[in-house]
């Protein structure tokens, strides 16, 4: 992920493993994933809360007979943000992810003018994309849930 200055950061993974369902999500795929390649299953901007659930898997090493690296573990994992203060978000409905990264905000990010907007602690979930929609999105609370499939 990238700061406006241009230096990178990923997801904090005490963090992580904190949030309510995060330590779920790490049991089943092994680790902290990336959510690199994961399908943007749907997004639902509610009156003070966001939905966005994410459609993954985790890449092995294997390589099956037509030579495609083997997916396995797959899932829809769901990110549930409450008390949400902030949202910037670009691009098209549907959406491959390159990465997304969870973090606390130190400092109340810029470019939410007179609405507000996050403040010091805040939980930012952002996400990039290989193409379609991006961006990242400021609450106090989150929450993941997993439903394994397959």
Known sequence: MMNS???SWSTEMELFAALPG???????????PSFHDAELDRIE??????????????MTDAVDAKGALVL??????TLHLSDVTGVHLVGNAAAILL????????????????????????????????????G?????????????FR
């Open 5 to 7: 200055d241009g230096t």
């Open 22 to 32: 995060g330590r779920a999500v790490m049991d089943w795929f092994g680790f902290v």
């Open 72 to 77: 396995d573990k797959h899932a829809i994992v």
């Open 99 to 134: 990465e997304l990264g969870i973090r606390r905000v130190e400092a109340a990010p810029p470019g939410f003018g007179n609405c507000g907007g996050p403040t010091s602690g805040d939980i930012e979930v952002s996400f990039e994309t290989s193409y379609g929609l991006e």
């Open 45 to 58: 901007v509610m009156r003070g809360a966001t939905l966005m659930a994410l459609r993954t898997f985790r």
């Open 136 to 148: 990242s999105i400021f609450a106090r609370w989150v929450r993941l849930s997993i439903d394994p």
